[in-house]
């Protein structure tokens, strides 16, 4: 029985890896869930659920469960890390600086943990502390932590000195080997953000960090001269669907309908959209083009919404339909609730 619930979990942890690579993050939660019903003493589970909560800014909850990691497996330098990287990222820069330091004294030999020491330290304006770290331990290529630095420049920039900003170029220099890699990084130190390019980019890497309500405004600040961009349109309406700003969301994705081929991404958040406003109607309609297109998106999700949306329009066969055909093109257990308040 022990090998039987050691395969099922394992099988529900690289689920969850899954759905969390296509940000599918609510999913990712639930499979984390299950998984911890089998094994609550799985400490790797938890911190994979952290980074999910993560994601979605619940910050508080994410904090509870990256300790009870700790708890678990109070020797392992990664946990008190990722605990330093979710405090940071929630601004509590205090607690931060005490998990980057307890992961630094369980591995002294642990340099990632040092960088993240170094950028918490930026982040609290101990320029000076932060710029000898960076020297004698090098700028990671991590994307996440390019994002992480280009946010706290944002917020401290008038705080740098002209020489300490120099500084920071030259170790961003010595530790990127090739210039591209590090583009928009130096283009923010140089204060060349007149480019909107370098601002779309900038956004794209602040929203793979939960930062909506920035990317909103990064992207009105792009649009006020370049008001027909469908990107730009569309990267605005995933923000606002993120912070479950329907009508806003719907906004966006109708202009950019269209305007970016058959996106059926595009349309299937929109028909999300309309349903979260019981446009059932509407949204009935959109997600049915979604679902012929299905290029993009996974077809069991689609039927998971249409299912619902048919529910919300008390059209009972057809939602018994979409359900049963979401339950079973994606063979798991979420759709079970909605299944059988219909066959109640």
């Known amino acids: 029985m022990r090998l039987f619930n050691f395969f099922i979990v394992e099988h529900l942890f690289r689920k969850g890896e899954?759905?969390?690579s296509r940000n599918m993050i609510d999913l990712t939660i639930q499979v984390y869930d299950k998984a911890l019903k089998i094994d609550p003493k799985n400490h790797g589970i938890y911190l994979h659920k952290a980074l999910a909560l993560s994601r979605l800014g619940h910050y508080e909850e994410a904090i509870d469960t990256i300790?009870?990691?700790?708890?678990?497996?109070p020797k392992n330098p990664v946990y008190p890390l990722f605990a330093g990287i979710i405090n940071l990222d929630a601004c509590?820069?205090?607690?931060?600086?005490?998990?980057f330091e307890s992961s630094i004294q369980l591995d002294n030999t642990y340099i990632f943990a040092?960088?993240?020491?170094?950028?918490?330290?930026?982040?609290?304006?101990?320029i000076q502390e932060a710029i000898i770290l960076f020297e004698k331990h090098g700028f990671p290529l991590n994307n996440g932590f390019k994002s992480r630095f280009l946010l706290?420049?944002?917020?401290?920039?008038h705080e740098i000195e002209d020489n300490e900003l120099q500084v920071l170029k030259k170790i961003i220099n010595k530790s990127l080997v090739k210039k591209e890699?590090?583009?928009?990084?130096?283009?923010?130190?140089?204060?060349?953000?007149?480019?909107?390019e370098v601002q779309y980019k900038r956004a794209q890497e602040l929203y793979s960090l939960g930062a909506f309500e920035k990317v909103v405004e990064i992207c009105q600040t792009i649009l006020l001269k370049n008001p027909n961009d469908p990107k730009i349109m569309k990267l605005q309406g995933e923000a606002y669907f993120s912070m479950e700003k329907y009508a806003d969301s719907e906004t966006c994705f109708k202009k950019v309908k269209g305007k970016l081929g058959d996106d059926s991404d595009v349309i299937f958040k929109l028909g999300i959209s309309l349903y979260q406003q019981k446009k059932f109607d509407e949204g009935v309609e959109k997600l049915h083009e979604a679902l012929n297109l299905s290029k993009d998106v996974d077809e069991g999700r689609v039927a998971y919404w249409l299912g619902k949306s048919y529910l919300g329009k008390n059209q009972i066969g057809q939602a018994m339909y979409y359900l049963s055909r979401a339950f079973g093109t994606i063979n798991n257990f979420f759709f079970e609730d909605e299944?059988?308040?219909?066959?109640?």
């Open 114 to 126: 040092r960088q993240y020491l170094a950028l918490a330290l930026l982040k609290t304006k101990k």
């Open 18 to 20: 899954s759905y969390f």
């Open 67 to 73: 300790r009870q990691a700790i708890n678990l497996n």
């Open 339 to 344: 299944y059988s308040k219909i066959m109640e």
């Open 181 to 196: 890699k590090h583009f928009s990084i130096m283009n923010y130190i140089d204060k060349r953000q007149k480019d909107w």
């Open 92 to 99: 509590n820069e205090t607690e931060a600086l005490k998990y």
């Open 152 to 157: 706290i420049m944002s917020e401290t920039k």
